[in-house]
């Protein structure tokens, strides 16, 4: 028999995500039923959506349910296949969640090649954060050359990408990300113009000097003060992308502060969530595919080792610590 | 020699808009040069947009310059005529301001048919306010027969023809206005499906009851708390068209305390000035005349008489005092 280690939702956090939320399990795999496959997980996908799920509020999903298996994308093998569809050693990206094994008859999966893409990038660039990316930029900021385009959290894995996408359109591009290090990659790796350190810097005195013209086009994964810094900055007719709000996902009140700023720069905010876009997913995904087979899209990851890792590096995330694409390397 | 009234901006407000922030003045007119025309304004629009005018802080157009005209949409009579394109006689709007005559070598002014429009409409529901109705709601708002319509300022020159227009097109249309006669108005004059009175209902209580399968569209005059009010009834993918924020003109503090319901929501919120949007104005002004003329469309005017009224019939208009589209009529 083998055994296979899942991490269930304990309960939900009250505040900041703590390691007691989550629970170690470890159960016997059942013999396969006729018409499923196994996929051994290589990789878990650690992303900040996950936080909303914790709680029971309103949010634009169901909540996780309690004592079950954290939700999460993953890649993997299959190594079992009782499925005409599938055979063993076929590599899958699917939403098995924080377990090493999943059991599946395969709707909902999707075979990936990984020929020329490293199979962890289907999680990252070459995934949900990467189409995440590619629709809010293309679709709701839509920027033309010579425009400035500023995105939060911009050594991250949907920062990262809009970024890179945006200069090669031919605008000027401003990152925000926290620390140095950071910033440095933002800069001198993933080749933005600027990159501010929010943790070092005045905000709003360093998006005037980044942004000289002003700011046309803001993808926004904080919420916030970056997002009320950004707003006095706006030219008219910018647009916001509103793709995340991380500095708000334990409860914090975070309010905007010059909402009649929407209408003295006839400003276009719009929210959105990427797997409500399915349309879009085959051209972007061909368009992040190639550029990441042959080297022209950049980006970093950030590996935990282990599942049993999971929780702590999901906390980390929340908080800023990964560098890149947070993973769990699970093999 | 003729006199021509005018009021001129005198001081600007801290605050509120006071009296003394007007000045009436008297002054000749000269003879009319070639290619003049003189008109005899029958008609001054006041329209909240003044009040941001008025100040001196960054807005989307230049300040109202002290010790002259202050800025308004007029619609008149040709009383003398050296350009060979007006006779006496002639209907026009223009942007003559607050007083009696205007004069002008006639660019910027639109010749006007009274035979089946009255002239004054040209300045509410056929102009620059039917046109802001119009465009915020197909152009942002873009509604779909069965769905839920909110409009603040109901009984205003906008908000009426806004619900007026939603009606038309197969929706649920729920009014915001200030008062028990405004609301009865709005119901059993215009058609709306509900109205409710911000000034004696709990506005949250309110909007849950009179639009109990959510929100899908929000064509806001007035920001602040009915703005946030109506975020948490909001349904998913509901667009907010954001034409005004009155309750903040005296520069009170306007937050919105919810802004992740942009993206819980995937709200979009767009704000708009119809004058930079000149390429609708030529088919809305078609529509609206049509309605108008046909007795489709339903507005209401207060009228303030004599110029000298202005400053007060202005300062009612940004307390809600006026019922329609507030008038000066001038003759």
Redesign the interface.
């Known amino acids: 028999m083998t055994i296979n280690k899942q991490i269930l939702l304990a309960s939900r956090p009250t505040g900041a995500v703590t390691p007691e939320n989550f629970r170690l399990v470890e159960t016997e795999l059942p013999p396969l039923a006729e018409g499923e496959i196994r996929v051994r997980n290589h990789y878990l996908s650690l992303d900040p959506y996950m936080r909303g799920r914790m709680n029971d509020g309103?949010?634009?999903t169901a909540p996780q349910p309690l004592n079950e298996v954290m939700i999460g994308g993953t890649v993997g093998e299959v190594v079992e296949s009782r499925s005409e569809k599938y055979k063993q050693g076929d590599h899958v990206a699917a939403m098995f969640g924080w377990q090493e094994y999943g059991t599946s008859t395969a709707p909902g999966l999707q075979k990936i090649d990984t020929t020329h893409i490293p199979i962890s990038a289907y999680l990252g660039v070459v995934g949900m954060p990467g189409v995440t990316a590619w629709y809010g930029l293309n679709k709701i900021i839509a920027p033309k050359p010579g425009e400035t385009i500023v995105v939060s959290a911009a050594s991250g894995a949907v920062g990262a990408t809009v970024g890179q996408l945006a200069k090669q359109q031919g605008c000027r591009v401003v990152g925000i990300a926290g620390g140095a290090e950071k910033c440095s990659f933002v800069e001198h790796e993933l080749g933005f113009d600027a990159c501010i350190d929010y943790k070092s810097a005045d905000l709003a005195t360093a998006l005037r000097d980044a942004a000289p013209t002003g700011i046309d086009g803001y993808f926004d994964n904080v919420?916030g003060e970056t997002?009320n810094a950004v707003m006095l900055h706006a030219n008219?007719f910018a647009r916001f992308a509103?793709?995340?709000?991380i500095a708000?996902y334990n409860g914090e009140?975070?309010?905007?502060?010059n909402?009649?700023l929407?209408?003295?720069?006839?400003?276009?905010?719009?929210?959105?969530?990427v797997s409500?876009h399915m349309d879009i997913w085959p051209e972007a995904l061909r368009d992040l595919g190639t550029q990441v087979a042959t080297g022209k899209l950049k980006y970093r990851e950030s590996l935990a080792q282990g599942l049993a890792a999971a929780p702590e590096a999901f906390i980390g995330l929340l908080k800023g610590r990964n560098f890149g694409k947070q993973l769990v390397k699970l093999i």
Chains 1, 2 share one sequence.
Do not use: D, Q
């Open positions: 309103k949010s634009y919420g997002l008219p509103i793709c995340g709000a708000g009140p975070l309010v905007m502060k909402p009649t929407i209408l003295i720069s006839r400003l276009k905010l719009e929210g959105f969530i409500e």
